[in-house]
């Protein structure tokens, strides 16, 4: 795949992570049990049988990518305003699938249906740990996936299903922690987290409640370089349009591209990292009045469908975007009840049984995420956290081809993504640089 020529670049990095704290309430699968408390399940529990699973990967990439853009939309609709907005939706599901693994009943099935309605739980985790194993197995870039679980000895200790422990360390690779949770406990745990973001993200947790039980974290670490660095002649300065009409001065790079995408709704263009296997995707709406905000939010997966559909490489297209850096928190825990993974954060119905105790015993309390991207004309640098606390109850053309422009020098989205799939790890909204 052709991108844009250049020439000297630095490592970029782009990271992710995920924290899931488990805290007090809530017990079976769709058939009574979880993964982790069916025999049958439990005595093939490791991580080959797990990603040996059968499932249609077609289908599934076409439900995570139709999960990204639900989850994106849906964050826009909670949070609104006209700020940079960027997530990680697999940081998101790596922890969440995490919670799944012991979940039961509608629990279970709410968090399946949130990432691939209608299959099953089992297809959903075997999905997820094949995309732990690519990210890991990436060539020429860095690329890792880390998980973590922290058990409060002092309220959960023993009391925990081996079996969900064992289920997360074979099929997550999960580092399994016990210990007394105090005021020195998250510390430790945003230790890790800076360890296994490439000290991106420093902080993610200021406190821990104390009914606090377990806390699970997921981390994914991305460094590249572009495919083709862009050379001194096509960084050049410029102005930018912001969301609300104001005009600031900001640092283009420019290159000419191969790859164009255009629909009714929105152009763009994919520029590579090293290795081919990931890329930047910018999507530039096609009404210049919009912000990107208000025009992530109504772009739809089957809209996202259509807009990866219509790639050629039958024109030159001449690309103009800034460097930009921004920074995003939310509480997720409103945003994943309007998808319809509720039961969860019910201290009655939340059933996470497969973790601990009955139903109703533990149950989300938060789902905290945070994100930081930096893109510039050596790469692209950018972390993710997701924290969910868990408490207890209480083709070469030979003519000159035409030419296409896509130039980002107004509000616009983006992505990056699997260039095999098209399923982003990171997307996001740019509004002001």
């Not at 994106?72 to 693994?101: F, K, W």
């Not at 985790?125 to 973590?148: G, L």
């Not at 997966?301 to 559909?309: G, N, Q, S, T």
């Not at 969910?388 to 509000?411: G, W």
Request: with cysteine; net charge negative; glycine share 6%.
């Amino acid at each position: 795949m052709k991108i844009c020529s250049a020439k000297d670049i630095k490592a970029a990095a782009a990271i992710m992570a995920a924290s899931i704290l488990l805290g007090g309430c809530a017990n079976a699968s769709i058939t009574g049990q979880s993964l982790v408390n069916d025999p049958a399940i439990v005595a093939e529990i490791n991580l080959n049988e797990v990603r040996n699973t059968d499932y249609d990967q077609k289908l599934m990439d076409r439900e995570y990518r139709r999960y990204c853009f639900d989850l994106l939309s849906q964050t826009l609709r909670d949070q609104g305003g006209d700020n940079n907005v960027m997530i990680s939706p697999a940081s998101i599901m790596m922890a969440l699938d995490m919670v799944a693994a012991g979940a039961k009943g509608e629990s279970l099935r709410q968090l399946t249906d949130l990432f691939a309605e209608g299959q099953g739980p089992l297809t959903q985790q075997a999905y997820a740990a094949a995309m732990m194993e690519k990210i890991n197995e990436a060539e020429k870039v860095d690329f890792s996936c880390a998980n973590a679980i922290w058990n409060n000895a002092r309220l959960l200790g023993d009391k925990v299903n081996m079996n969900f422990v064992d289920y997360i360390r074979n099929t997550f690779l999960a580092e399994y922690n016990v210990k007394d949770f105090d005021n020195k406990t998250p510390d430790e745990i945003n230790a890790w987290i800076d360890e296994h973001t490439n000290h991106m993200i420093k902080k993610a947790i200021d406190q821990l409640d104390p009914e606090t039980v377990m806390v699970l974290v997921n981390a994914i670490a991305f460094e590249a370089e572009w495919q083709d660095p862009y050379m001194e002649d096509q960084i050049v300065d410029g102005l930018f349009t912001k969301a609300d009409g104001e005009i600031t001065e900001a640092t283009f790079l420019n290159c000419a591209v191969t790859d164009y995408f255009e629909t009714d709704k929105a152009t763009g263009f994919l520029k590579s990292y090293e290795g081919g296997q990931y890329a930047f995707l910018a999507i530039l709406p096609t009404d210049d009045s919009i912000d990107a905000n208000e025009f992530a939010k109504d772009f739809s997966a089957e809209d996202y469908e259509k807009f990866i559909a219509s790639v050629t490489d039958k024109y030159t297209v001449y690309t103009k975007m800034p460097e930009f850096t921004s920074d995003f928190e939310y509480l997720v825990n409103g945003t994943l009840q309007n998808l319809g993974a509720t039961d969860v954060f019910d201290p009655v119905k939340a059933d996470l049984s497969g973790i601990s105790g009955a139903h109703g015993d533990i149950y989300v309390s938060k789902v905290i995420h945070k994100t930081h991207i930096e893109v510039d004309r050596k790469g692209t640098k950018a972390a993710a956290v997701t924290v969910i606390t868990l408490e207890k109850n209480a083709v070469f053309e030979e003519d000159v081809p035409e030419v296409r422009y896509v130039e980002c020098d107004r509000p616009f989205a983006y992505a990056i993504v699997d260039t095999e799939t098209m399923a982003p790890i990171f997307i996001g909204t740019v509004n002001q640089v």
